[in-house]
């Protein structure tokens, strides 16, 4: 067979063939049948975005693919179409996009940030209440906390239900980023956006150790919990003042607004109102409750659960357990003072900004490169290269702190090995939120849940476990075993996700 051949058999296998309301029908009806392409449910479900204007032309008709947006350059086509109404968030003008990204990520920060206080607590607080650092550190990866109530927790236990509470409440920023992303930013600016999002609750768990450590050896603890509280408080403003509803109901031709505009939709908004009155086009309670355990059933997103609570947990682990390593006196510690250890933890917020800025460049370069070997088109499993590079880098990391903390090696080490650590997880939580938004673009609410209840679930269960494991095995033994999980599941998910179940899904639908 030629080359020119195996070409146009391979681009003739690409393109699918249209569903009859595409084919047939008015302009209109034929462009709002196109603008749905996006959301992965037409096509027998292949996930298959077109992108590219001339292939577009090829599959939908010249008339229909000159009547879709594109970027100003002409080189992507807008998904999803923008429509021409002023209340599309998707029009909305870039710097009102952007605050809203930096409003939603400052608020991400608050539920890990909020338990990292207790990190640079914990020596104080098992010194006030007379009790272990290890029992202490049990309580802090419980849950959160109410931070007014640590902040005055006169006893142990009181500080403890304090911060039970607050977990089943601070934890919602990290799971609306992603309806918000979805909401005002268009697919190709997704990616970039979602890594700006996830390096705000990668970062947050050591701005507390790092900020506070110094703090609390010269003040009292209570005083981290209530700067814990100031920031939160201000962030409740920008949200009260600054950020607008971004909910836009893209099934309805046209979408359906509240009724009510300027100061009372505001404050309609912020206290539910406006939910209450739009109710009749939302989903429906049962079906709402139903959702979230219907696409964890989805075998791609099981696996991408269990592989970002895998991966992702190392690294929250040891956030909560590595002070207890720096501060504990050899021969099982190096005996760092307070000032020392919080010194140490600017390493991972400086690996996690390199892992944002390259993270930016890798997620584009690699879908963009799909895209050309694909002739315009783009499908999810596009995203699961990145996921290889993030392993790795975490597993070198993984390592190379197993062998400094089991040696008592130069701190070096240590700082080398976090930061991999660190820079490689921030690759692979940007990818697979990506991915998995991709997948189901119609469901980031159930998506961003479930992630982010896999990494949490992931991470502070290794506190539970960690600390004594070292003590009786050694740290190499440890970080060598867990090294050898994030090489073993890597090798177990990722190929299954990216090649076998496509193929599988594609043979089952002929």
């Known amino acids: ?21 595409v084919e047939k029908g008015s302009l209109a009806s034929r462009i709002h049948a196109v603008q749905r392409l996006h959301d992965g449910q037409e096509q027998g479900g292949d996930h298959r975005l077109v992108v590219d204007v001339k292939e577009a032309e090829r599959e939908y008709g010249l008339d229909v693919a000159s009547a879709l947006k594109t970027t100003e350059d002409g080189s992507c086509i807008l998904w999803p179409q923008p429509r021409e109404d002023l209340n599309d968030p998707l029009n909305w003008s870039e710097f009102k996009k952007n605050y809203t990204l930096a409003i ?25 209440f007379d009790t272990t650092v290890d029992h202490v550190n049990n309580l802090q990866v419980i849950a959160l906390g109410f931070l007014i109530g640590c902040a005055v927790a006169p006893t142990l236990t009181a500080f403890a239900v304090t911060r039970c509470l607050q977990s089943f409440f601070s934890t919602a920023p990290q799971v609306v980023g992603l309806y918000f992303i979805k909401d005002i930013f268009f697919w190709h600016q997704e990616a970039r ?18 900020l506070f450590g110094f703090l609390v050896e010269r003040q009292t603890w209570r005083w981290a919990y209530g700067i814990g509280c100031i920031y939160s408080g201000v962030v409740l403003l920008l949200i009260v003042f600054f950020l607008d509803e971004s909910m836009y109901d893209r099934k309805y031709f046209p979408a359906p607004t509240s009724p009510t505009k300027g100061l009372r939709h505001r404050v309609e908004t912020l206290v539910g109102v406006t939910g209450f009155k739009m ?29 970002m609570g895998i991966t992702f947990g190392w690294s929250i682990g040891i956030n909560v357990t590595l002070v207890i390593f720096l501060q504990t006196p050899a021969p099982l510690g190096y005996g760092m003072d307070s000032d020392q250890s919080s010194a140490m933890y600017l390493t991972p917020i400086i690996a996690a900004l390199l892992g944002e800025l390259a993270g930016h460049w890798l997620n584009d370069f690699v879908a963009k490169q799909y895209i050309k070997r694909h002739h315009g088109v783009f499908r999810p499993e596009a995203r699961l290269v990145v996921p290889y590079v993030g392993s790795f880098w975490a597993t070198v990391g993984l ?53 982010n209840w ?57």
């Open 104 to 128: 939603i990520s400052l608020a991400t920060v608050i539920p890990d940030f909020s338990s990292s206080i207790g990190i640079a607590s914990l020596f104080p607080l098992s010194k006030q």
């Open 279 to 307: 109710y009749k086009y939302r989903v429906p309670i049962l079906t709402a409750v139903w959702r979230p355990l219907e696409t964890l059933l989805n075998t791609r997103i099981l696996l991408a659960c269990i592989f």
């Open 193 to 210: 956006k979602v890594n700006i999002w996830t390096f705000s609750f990668v970062v947050s768990p050591f701005l507390g150790p790092f």
């Open 454 to 510: 896999a990494r949490v679930l992931g991470g502070f269960a290794v506190g539970y476990y960690q600390v004594p494991w070292a003590e009786r095995s050694g740290a190499l033994q440890v970080f060598g075993v867990e090294a050898a999980i994030v090489v073993g599941i890597t090798a177990l998910v990722i190929p299954v996700l990216q090649l076998v179940l496509p193929r599988f899904e594609s043979e089952h639908r002929e």
């Open 1 to 21: 067979m030629s080359d020119q051949e195996h070409t146009h058999n391979s681009f003739a296998s690409e393109t699918k063939s249209l569903p009859e309301h």
């Open 399 to 451: 390592i190379t702190i197993g062998a400094s903390l089991g040696k008592l090696l130069s701190i070096a080490g240590v700082i080398f090995g976090w930061g991999m650590l660190i820079f490689g997880i921030m690759l692979i939580v940007t990818s697979m939120y990506a991915y998995c938004s991709d997948l189901l673009p119609d469901r980031q609410g159930e998506i961003s849940a479930l992630l």
